[in-house]
């Protein structure tokens, strides 16, 4: 069993930066993908990105992020990290970390979940 607890999130300017945490509990945190999903009003939960488990020496991001955000992981602290840079109107949600098994980008491959952490970005 893992809990997952993201903290960061905020209100930013179009172009500004932040970065979301996501802290687990357990033991056994460096066994899991560790995943990234946003959710904005009215939409469905789509991927943001992944780490691979250990030491995380893979990523990979979808499309509307990639260049942009960087996924990182401090096994000894079990917290994963969301650095968001050149933020746009539409990267505003509710943003999710996920820790699973496969290493994928379909939210049935996570099998835990935080309660996300809303991010605001205005112009």
């Known amino acids: 069993q893992v809990q997952l607890a993201e903290s960061g999130g905020g209100l930013v300017q179009a172009g500004g930066s932040l970065r979301l945490s996501c802290k687990a509990s357990g033991r056994t945190f460096s066994a899991y993908v560790m995943g990234w999903f946003r959710q904005a009003s009215g939409k469905e939960r789509e991927f943001v990105g992944a780490?691979?488990?250990?030491?995380?020496?893979?990523?990979h991001y979808s499309d509307s992020v990639k260049g942009r955000f960087t996924i990182a992981r401090d096994n000894a602290k079990n917290t994963v990290y969301l650095q968001m840079n050149s933020l746009k109107q539409e990267d505003t949600a509710v943003y999710y970390c996920a820790a699973g098994q496969r290493w994928g980008g379909r939210r049935d491959e996570y099998a835990y979940w935080g309660q996300g952490t809303q991010v605001t970005v205005s112009s």
């Open positions: 780490i691979s488990r250990g030491s995380g020496v893979s990523t």
